[in-house]
């Protein structure tokens, strides 16, 4: 494999080389020395790291074409997808995950945590066609695994605990929870701090998705996380509910969130899709206060949730997309949030999953992605084409669509 120079790229708003040596950045300065390296010609297009999905379901993506979807009056997502997972062989999980990570390393993502369900319905099928799916991409894509209870684990659901652990001993590397799945929320929450501190493992919860302000466990799942010493390692997806909170609480919830330093990955996409569907006056957002959240400290990321299935029938493990879809469901489209809208998708998804030798600087792994636009805003807006996607210095993914424009 020779080595790669990317030259005149727009790096940190400077047209700047980058040489790749052995799959890592060794050199990014102005008009580097062409001997001995590949040179992919990118002049004056804009370079970031590559994409970081941090919660996303390949088991559950592309089946939206088995049940009628969400109807006023009609089962929960949950129920829908409860229904269909019964049915998942390893097989058929393989291939649906595989078509939805081809997409996202098409779309410049370089490493993901994924949510992999284990319960009574699925068992471990999801698990033994994700882990395979780790390993026969592995050079595309770095795959990370959180084994995760989406119907709870008390009642009927006991097993489940068994089977979580069994996960973790096949080596998934975080846990996974989803409080509002069981009636006693905080019985839940415990022993996932119990077992994840057992394993010594990561906990992301999918945490106040809804609007029932009564509900709310961020604050307990924060005072745990302190309690427990466990700064830093809790990750929460969806938190909603902050919107629905008045905002002397809401912002008191957020200073527990900044302590604990708890990161939260916001899913607009599902939210928008999902949420507001039975309010006769305002149809509710259902996405979190990621503003707020930012100005208070606390590490926000974004993330596509779920493709093609009852949540999101129009999910796209496109990260660039999700950007967007922030932009205009946050309130967070003016030119100076576009300009730092991409962090949420690099930079800050990064931090949430602790990745060492991450970014634009010499000495980082080389995974980058380099879009056909001068800046962030354009990127956004115009939803651009990624030209390139390298995974540690080699080129996974290149893009060669174009328009031809017959103008008078
Ligand atoms: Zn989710």
Redesign the pocket.
């Known amino acids: 494999m020779e080595d790669l120079l990317l030259r005149g790229g727009r790096v940190g708003g400077l047209r700047q080389d980058i040489a790749i040596r052995e799959g890592r950045i060794h050199r990014i300065a102005p008009d580097l020395a062409p001997a001995g390296y590949e040179v992919l010609e990118i002049s004056d297009k804009l370079v970031l790291p590559g994409f970081v999905e941090t919660?996303?379901?390949p088991d559950k993506a592309f089946i939206a074409d088995r049940s009628d979807g969400l109807r006023a009056g009609g089962p929960t997502p949950q129920m829908l997808v409860a229904e269909q997972k019964k049915k998942f062989t390893v097989d058929d999980v393989y291939q649906r995950a595989r078509r939805a990570l081809e997409l996202a390393i098409r779309h410049g993502c370089t490493t993901m945590r994924a949510?992999v369900e284990v319960d009574i319905f699925v068992e471990m099928r999801g698990v033994e066609a994700l882990q395979r799916l780790q390993k026969d991409l592995a050079g595309a894509l770095d795959l990370r695994l959180i084994a995760?209870a989406?119907e709870g684990i008390f009642g009927a659901q006991e097993p489940t605990k068994a089977l979580l652990r069994d996960a973790l001993k096949a080596g998934l590397s975080t846990l996974g929870g989803a409080p509002f799945m069981d009636t006693d929320q905080r019985g839940h929450i415990d022993w996932f701090f119990e077992t994840a501190q057992e394993f010594g493992v990561p906990l992301d919860f999918?945490a106040d998705s809804g609007d029932d302000i009564a509900m709310l466990t961020t604050d307990y799942i924060a005072e745990q996380t302190i309690k427990r010493r466990m700064h830093g390692r809790v990750t929460l997806?969806?938190v909603g509910m902050l919107d629905a909170l008045p905002p002397k609480d809401r912002a008191d919830v957020i200073a527990k969130v900044r302590e604990a330093q708890i990161h939260v990955i916001s899913?607009p996409a599902?939210e928008l899709h999902v949420k507001g569907r039975t309010d006769a006056q305002k149809t509710w957002r259902g996405v979190t206060r990621l503003g707020e959240l930012r100005d208070a400290g606390v590490n926000i990321a974004i993330?596509t949730?779920?493709i093609v299935n009852p949540?999101t029938p129009y999910g796209h493990p496109d990260l660039l997309r999700q950007a967007l879809i922030t932009a205009a469901s946050a309130h967070l489209g003016n030119l100076d949030q576009l300009a730092w809208l991409p962090e949420l998708f690099t930079t800050n998804s990064a931090r949430l999953l602790g990745l060492e030798d991450y970014g634009l600087a010499e000495g980082c792994r080389a995974d980058l992605v380099v879009l056909d636009a001068r800046d962030a805003a354009q990127a956004i807006t115009e939803q651009v084409e990624k030209l390139y996607v390298i995974k540690a210095g080699r080129v996974v993914a290149r893009s060669t669509r174009t328009t031809e424009l017959r103008l008078p």
């Open positions: 919660h996303i379901h949510h995760f989406q999918h997806g969806h899913l599902t993330s949730n779920n949540f």
